[in-house]
């Protein structure tokens, strides 16, 4: 009787995790996903603060299970039904990696300009292409949203609750950020993880800010940021 328990709570459980979408990853199989969670996270860029017309969009994916021991290649399809965006405005023709012996690593996904883009936000939503040589993450993580458009936007790193932010950037203006573009020559490739970079940007342009300013933002408000140095 005790056996015939324990194989049906194992059939329940297996239920249920399929009903949730969760799976439990064997390690014989490599199975990869996209980093952010698709039902309350998305990737969002703008072309205002890239005039040479094309742009990179970086997406983080992850891996579980067993790792590859050579680059594995992959292709990207689109979820028609839930894209906003045209196909002309984005390119997934060709092949994707993921590279050897990682858990984690980033694909670009080429995006194009076009006028609608400038008085509307659109969306693409991506999803990985079966294959034999690898298997697919938990639900949540088979899709990517990306949000593109020509309005100025906050870039996702520009977090004010993250500390690092707030004490060296401070608030996020459209003024303060185009002068931390002309002030570094360009967007400067900031991650949360590099203090050093934010610092390191946030001193230039405190710099240049003190040697041509004042300048005054969108809200009628001196530019200006709380970096120390």
């Given at each position: 009787m005790k056996k015939y328990i324990l194989v049906l709570i194992a059939l329940v459980s297996l239920y249920s995790c399929d009903e949730r979408g969760i799976l439990e990853n064997s390690n014989d199989v490599s199975y990869i996903y996209f980093t952010k969670n698709a039902t309350n996270d998305s990737t969002s860029t703008s072309f205002f603060f890239y005039p040479e017309g094309d742009i990179s969009v970086p997406v983080a994916m992850s891996l579980s299970g067993k790792m590859f021991d050579e680059d594995c290649s992959f292709k990207l399809e689109v979820v028609k039904e839930e894209t906003t965006l045209d196909a002309a405005n984005y390119d997934i023709s060709g092949d994707f990696v993921f590279h050897k012996d990682r858990v984690a690593d980033t694909i670009y996904i080429t995006f194009k300009n076009s006028e609608i883009l400038s008085s509307e936000i659109r969306r693409v939503v991506f999803r990985i292409a079966d294959s034999e040589k690898y298997a697919q993450g938990d639900t949540p993580f088979r899709t990517a949203v990306v949000s593109i458009s020509d309005i100025a936007s906050r870039p996702e790193w520009w977090d004010e609750d993250e500390w690092v932010i707030?004490?060296?950037?401070?608030?996020?203006?459209?003024?303060?950020f185009e002068l931390l573009i002309e002030a570094n020559g360009g967007i400067p490739e900031i991650t949360l993880d590099d203090s050093d970079m934010i610092r390191?940007?946030?001193?230039t342009l405190k710099r240049y800010l003190e040697k041509y300013g004042p300048f005054i933002d969108e809200n009628g408000d001196e530019v200006s940021v709380p970096v120390i140095g």
């Open positions: 707030w004490a060296n950037l401070g608030e996020f203006t459209i003024k303060k390191r940007c946030a001193l």
